[in-house]
Structure formats: C-alpha cells, structure tokens
C-alpha cells in the first residue's frame, strides 16, 4: 500500500520560515521524482518545486531563491524548506511521487500554510 504523508504546515507571519516534509512508503522512492504543488483558495493546483530521482531540481518563478527542495532517499522523505514567507504563499501544499516510465502518479492528502500577520 503506497502512502503519501505530509507534516509540517502552520501559522507564519510574513517574512518567517517553515519546513514541510513528506514521507513516502510503499514505493522505491528513489526512482520517484519528487514534487511539491499548492493549491490557493480559488485557484488551480500548480507546481511550486520538483526534484528528480537524479536530484535535478526545478522551481516555479514565484519560488525561486525562497524555497529549496531536497530529498533524503535513506528516510523514503522529501523536505520544502520555504523562507521569506509572503501572505501569497498561503496554500494547501501537496506532495506528488511519479514514475512516468511505469505511469504511477500518487498525491498525499496536502498540509495547510498560512502566512498572515
């Protein structure tokens, strides 16, 4: 059974920092490329960084020198690590695991990120 498990969402004021995490099981993570998507009230999900199982990384412009994805591939976990928070980060983020070469695509069930004053 594959689970998607996400943890780390909350409260931050503007300008803070927080740190999300998702860790995977039941799939050899390894192979996964590894994403993190948000999904604000209103608006569509969209992509806010990605890594590869070759540890290629990619960011949304929106994102790009606040938050760092990493992966630990000894823990089965993939780390957001979002600084210099703005009240438009504010979102449910998600964490997806694909493997297009076998079409597995699993989501987790998302963590909420609040950034306000």
């Known amino acids: 059974q594959v689970r998607i498990v996400e943890s780390g969402g909350g409260l931050v004021q503007p300008g803070g920092s927080l740190r999300l995490s998702c860790a995977a099981s039941?799939?050899?993570?390894?192979?996964?490329?590894m994403g993190w998507y948000r999904q604000a009230p209103g608006k569509q999900r969209e992509l806010a960084a990605i890594?590869?199982?070759?540890?290629?990384?990619n960011y949304a412009d929106s994102v790009k020198g606040r938050f760092t994805i990493s992966r630990d591939n000894a823990k089965n976990t993939v780390y957001l690590q979002m600084n210099s928070l703005k009240p438009e980060d504010t979102a449910v983020y998600y964490c997806?695991?694909?493997?297009?070469?076998?079409?597995?695509?699993?989501w987790g069930q998302g963590t909420q990120v609040t950034v306000s004053s």
């Open positions: 890594i590869s199982s070759g540890d290629r990384t």
């Open positions: 997806n695991a694909v493997r297009r070469v076998i079409d597995r695509d699993y």
């Open positions: 039941g799939i050899i993570f390894r192979m996964y490329d």
